[in-house]
Structures are given as C-alpha cells and as structure tokens.
C-alpha cells in the first residue's frame, strides 16, 4: 500500500501569494495530521481530522491559514497570504484514528515551503 | 500538560558499536504510548519503534531496542550495531491512551562515524 502522498515536494513563493499544500492519506485511515517543522520551533501540530472533521485547530497560527478535508481521501492546507516566517517543512501524517495499542501516526515526505 | 524532552541535542557512535537515545516524559496518565521516530536527511518521518505503557516487556524491533522504565518515566532507545544509515534525526514521542494526540519531544541528531 502507498504511504502518506504529499504535494508538491517543494514549493517557492513571494510574501503574499497563496499556498496550498496537498495530501492523501493512506487508504483506509480515519485521521489526518498537519504538522510544521522549522528548527526553532520543532515540530508542531497543525490541525487534526477525524473522519474528515477538524477535530482540533488549536494549533494553526492564525487565520492566514486554514485546512480541509473534503473526503477520507484528500486534505488540503492553504496559506493565504503568505509570509516570510511561514517557511518550514509541512508534514502531513494519517492513522487509522481508533487511539487504540495498534494506532500510530505515519508520515508523508513532507513538503518544504519556501516564501521569500 | 504532557511533555517529553530529549536531553541530547547531538550524539555520536562508531560504525558497529552500540548507542543509547534518552528521552523523558511527564505524565500522570497510565494508558499512553511511547514511540521513536527517525528523520534522515530525506526528511521522511520514520516510525522507528513503538511500546505501550501496559506492557513490561520492552519493545525490539532488529537492532533497536527500547529500556522502558515506567516509574521513572524514562524511554531509552538502544541502537546495536550502529551502521551508516542510521545517522538521522531521531524523536521521541508520547501519545495518551484514548486520544490521538502526539507530543514529540526536540529531537537528538545521531552522527554515525565510520
């Protein structure tokens, strides 16, 4: 089975333009994660979904951005506008969203987000 | 709140030889799990190992291995036979019984000397 499928792998962009990442979880998962990495912050979660419903935005930094999930098969995380300080890698990761023993988190590639 | 700290920003282990990962995490739940991820150069987050908290025994998965102790809240990761490949970033992670939250710790970046 294919893993966590993310897009694009690397992304460039000015202040100010729109950013939308893409994700596909592994079939047959019920949660999907997004994270931000950048070294002075670590990693961070994001968003989460459960059964394509935002389950906690807690950690999404302010309303420049926003996430999606249109169906167990697809997620989408937009940054609009963008800024200099939102360049980091952005995981996307899936479980099967049970919180049981067998229950654990896998991660796409990441995409790394550039924004001059 | 759950917490989890990894002491060693940086280590290093000859080719072959064995190294042990530290980690640390504050909890006052009994139902939670515990994981090692691997980040290499590629970026690609790695599920390296995994153990539940009601489980004595610790987790193996080939060369790596885990020193579980529970009352002192410690999770070690034991790498044997060190090799090239396993030079990476490595986190330490906590996740509690019933959620699906994971709180990672700041990660130990692992050089491999041949």
């Known amino acids: 089975d294919a893993g966590v499928i993310q897009s694009p792998r690397h992304e460039v962009t000015e202040m100010g333009q729109e950013v939308t990442l893409r994700c596909k979880p592994i079939s047959g998962h019920n949660s999907l994660f997004w994270y931000r990495q950048t070294m002075m912050r670590g990693l961070e979660l994001l968003i989460y979904?459960?059964?394509?419903?935002?389950?906690?935005d807690s950690g999404m930094p302010e309303d420049r951005f926003s996430a999606k999930m249109p169906n167990a098969s697809f997620s989408t995380l937009k940054i609009q506008p963008s800024e200099p300080r939102d360049s980091a890698v952005y995981f996307c990761?899936?479980?099967?969203?049970?919180?049981?023993?067998?229950?654990?988190?896998?991660f796409g590639p990441g995409t790394r987000l550039t924004v001059l | 709140a759950q917490t989890v700290t990894q002491s060693q920003p940086e280590m290093s282990v000859q080719e072959a030889e064995t190294v042990t990962l530290s980690c640390t995490y504050d909890t006052s739940e009994s139902d939670y799990y515990l994981f090692w991820y691997k980040q290499p150069p590629s970026r690609q987050m790695i599920l390296v190992i995994r153990q539940e908290a009601y489980k004595q025994q610790n987790a193996t998965e080939n060369r790596f291995s885990v020193n579980f102790q529970k009352a002192a809240k410690s999770f070690s990761l034991k790498i044997s036979d060190s090799q090239l490949g396993d030079a990476a970033m490595y986190f330490c992670a906590y996740r509690r019984g019933g959620y699906q939250k994971v709180t990672f710790g700041t990660g130990t970046k692992l050089q491999v000397i041949p």
């Open positions: 990761a899936s479980s099967q969203g049970t919180s049981g023993r067998t229950d654990t988190q896998y």
């Open positions: 979904f459960n059964n394509n419903v935002p389950i906690d």
